[in-house]
C-alpha cells in the first residue's frame, strides 16, 4: 500500500514502501581497519509526567536506551556514550548523563563492547569562571574514568564563554590532560551544532583555532587518543590529521563526507565518532567490513555502500543543525528500536511534518528498517495524526 507524503512546499507525493529490511546483526567487527563509535541516542520513558515537557530532569526509558546500545555493539560499532546525540544540553542534564554513563559503561563491561563517554561542564548554570569551569570538568572526567570506559573531552560553553583567548585554553586543557589517567579525544564542535561554541579554541580564525588545538596535542601527545572533529568541512579535516603527531587519531565528526574521509586518501585516513551511525548502525557494518578486506576492490566497495547513505545524513543534518537529533530518535521509532517517538525536552517537536516524511523516505530507500512494513505503519499513523488522509 503506498503512502501520501507531505512536501515542503504543501504538496503530496506517493510513496511505495519497501519490502526490503536491514539484515540482522551478527558477523560483522570489531574493525580492523578503522576504530568507529557511533553517537548513540537516549530513549525517552513516555508515560513519565515530566515527559516531553522540557522542565525538570529528564525522564529516560533506561531499559530501551540500553536495548539500543546492543544493537549498535552487535553491529561490530562502538558507542560514543552522553554525547550531543545524547542531547546533552538539550534536554539531558549532567545527573541524567551522569547515570547514563554508569549504566552505559557497566552494559559495555557486561557485552565487550567498546565504549568513550563524554566529560563536559554542563554542571554549570550561569558565568563561571575559569577555575570553575576546569573542576567540573574534573568532576566530570573522575565519574568517566570510575565507570571505566574512555573519556572525550567534550567542546564547553562555559569556556567559550569564559575563555579571554588560545592561552586560556591551552591552560585548562594542559591541566585536564595531566590529570588523565588514560588517553582522551578532545572534542570540537562547531557552532552549526551548537552557537554558543562560536570562537572556540580562541578564535572565530579556524587557522588560528586549529594552531592551537595542535598546541595542546603537542604538549601532552601521550595523553590524546585523537581528537573529533565536527566542522563539517572536509578539507579542514584532511589538513588537521595530516598535522597530526603519530599516534593521535583524527575521529571524523563530518556528518556530510564520512565515506570520503573514513576512506582516506592513500596516506592518512580518518577514524569515526559519528551521530549519523545511530540509524546507520546496519549498513555502516557492512561497509566497513568491506572496508577490512582491503585493498582497492574493500575500498571500492565501502564507497558504494556507504555513499548511498549521504543523502539521508545530509538531510538529517541539514540547518538548524543542532536539531538533527529529531531526526534520529524518529528513524529509530520507525526501525522499531522504540515503541514512541517522544524525546526529552520535547524536541519530536523541533522538526517539520515534511522534514520527517523526507527521513522516511530516504531511510527507507536504503533499507535501514528491520521491519519496512512496521515503518510504513508507523509512518502512516504519523501522518494520520497530522490530519494527511491516505
Known amino acids: 500500500m503506498t503512502l501520501r507524503l507531505p512536501a515542503a512546499d504543501g504538496t503530496l507525493r506517493t510513496h511505495l514502501p519497501s519490502t526490503v529490511g536491514a539484515p540482522p546483526a551478527g558477523g560483522h567487527g570489531p574493525f580492523a581497519s578503522r576504530v568507529v563509535f557511533a553517537a548513540a541516542h537516549v530513549v525517552a520513558d513516555p508515560l513519565a509526567a515530566e515527559a516531553g515537557d522540557g522542565a525538570g530532569p529528564a525522564a529516560v526509558d533506561w531499559d530501551a536506551t540500553l536495548a539500543f546500545r546492543r544493537h549498535?555493539?552487535?553491529?561490530?560499532?562502538?558507542?560514543?556514550?552522553?554525547?550531543?546525540?545524547?542531547?546533552?544540553?538539550?534536554?539531558?542534564?549532567?545527573?541524567?548523563?551522569?547515570?547514563?554513563?554508569?549504566?552505559?559503561?557497566?552494559?559495555?563491561?557486561?557485552?565487550?563492547?567498546?565504549?568513550?563517554?563524554?566529560?563536559?561542564?554542563?554542571?554549570?548554570?550561569?558565568?563561571?569562571?575559569?577555575?570553575?569551569?576546569?573542576?567540573?570538568?574534573?568532576?566530570?572526567?573522575?565519574?568517566?574514568?570510575?565507570?571505566?570506559?574512555g573519556a572525550v573531552l567534550m567542546a564547553s560553553r562555559a569556556l567559550a564563554a569564559a575563555a579571554s583567548g588560545p592561552d586560556d585554553y591551552r591552560s585548562v586543557y594542559g591541566e585536564l590532560l595531566r590529570q588523565a589517567a588514560r588517553p582522551v579525544v578532545l572534542h570540537w564542535l562547531g557552532p552549526m551544532f551548537d552557537p554558543a561554541l562560536e570562537g572556540y579554541w580562541g578564535s572565530t580564525d579556524l587557522d588560528a583555532a586549529t594552531d592551537t588545538l595542535l598546541d595542546v596535542i603537542a604538549a601532552h601527545p601521550e595523553k590524546v587518543d585523537g581528537v573529533k572533529i565536527s566542522l563539517l568541512d572536509a578539507d579542514r579535516e584532511v589538513d588537521l590529521r595530516r598535522r597530526l603527531p603519530a599516534g593521535v587519531r583524527c575521529y571524523t565528526g563530518d556528518d556530510f563526507h564520512y565515506p570520503e574521509l573514513i576512506a582516506g586518501d592513500g596516506r592518512h585516513a580518518s577514524d569515526a565518532l559519528l551521530g549519523v551511525l545511530d540509524p546507520l548502525a546496519p549498513v555502516a557494518a557492512r561497509a566497513l567490513s568491506r572496508l577490512d578486506a582491503g585493498g582497492a576492490a574493500g575500498t571500492a566497495e565501502f564507497r558504494e555502500l556507504l555513499d548511498p547513505t549521504v543523502p539521508l545524513a545530509r538531510h538529517l543534518f541539514g540547518a538548524p543543525t543542532r536539531y538533527y537529533k529529531t531526526g534520529v530518535v524518529f528513524l529509530a521509532w520507525l526501525a522499531g528500536h522504540q515503541t514512541h517517538f517522544t524525546m526529552v525536552g520535547g524536541l519530536q517537536s523541533a522538526r517539520s511534518l515534511p522534514h520527517l516524511a523526507r527521513a522516511y523516505e530516504l531511510a527507507d530507500g536504503l533499507g535501514l528498517f528491520p521491519d519496512p512494513a512496521l515503518a510504513a505503519h508507523r509512518m502512516r499513523s504519523l501522518l494520520a495524526l497530522h490530519g494527511v488522509a491516505q
Request: hydrophobic letters at 45%; a negative charge; charged letters at 20%.
Open 72 to 149: 549498535l555493539w552487535a553491529h561490530g560499532l562502538g558507542v560514543a556514550e552522553a554525547m550531543d546525540t545524547a542531547q546533552r544540553g538539550m534536554g539531558l542534564d549532567w545527573t541524567g548523563a551522569a547515570e547514563l554513563i554508569r549504566r552505559s559503561a557497566a552494559e559495555a563491561r557486561a557485552v565487550g563492547g567498546r565504549i568513550v563517554c563524554g566529560a563536559g561542564t554542563d554542571q554549570l548554570t550561569g558565568v563561571a569562571t575559569l577555575a570553575e569551569v576546569r573542576t567540573a570538568y574534573e568532576e566530570q572526567l573522575a565519574v568517566v574514568e570510575e565507570a571505566g570506559a
